[in-house]
């Protein structure tokens, strides 16, 4: 399986909650660093159960996955019912179709406002 299909089963069996299918690929040892809140995943039963537990409420949009080689990045929005939407661009490391480590970017939308002085200077989104 190309490194980018797996990327977007993670994501589609995230979205269905289909735990045992997310487990089945990741690495047993995978790694996943979170550095917005400064945490590392260690293990698949470790991730997997960290995103089975997180509160329901929530849908997966993937809006686009680029890969090269067995690197690929993925950016998702986390649209949650009560928390608010969330987006994250994760870097994963994808070699024979299994997911070994990982480096996601979590953000809520409106979590780092555009200052005043930038606004001559953008167009908001």
């Known amino acids: 399986m190309e490194p980018s299909e797996t990327v977007r089963l993670l994501w589609d069996r995230m979205r ?25 995943i260690l293990g698949r039963e470790n991730y997997v159960r960290i995103n089975a537990e997180y509160p329901e409420g929530w849908s997966i949009d993937v809006l686009r996955i680029v890969s090269s080689g067995d690197a690929v990045v993925s950016e998702v ?6 928390m608010g939407v969330h987006r994250v661009a994760s870097f994963w490391t994808v070699p024979h179709g299994v997911i070994i480590r990982g480096r996601e970017y979590w953000t809520e939308l409106g979590a780092d406002p555009s200052p005043a002085w930038r606004a001559p200077y953008v167009q908001r989104l």
């Open 77 to 82: 929005e986390v649209p949650h019912a009560s």
């Open 16 to 40: 269905q909650r289909d735990w045992a299918g997310v487990g089945e690929l990741l690495a047993d040892d995978v790694v996943v660093e979170w550095p917005v809140s400064g945490e590392r």
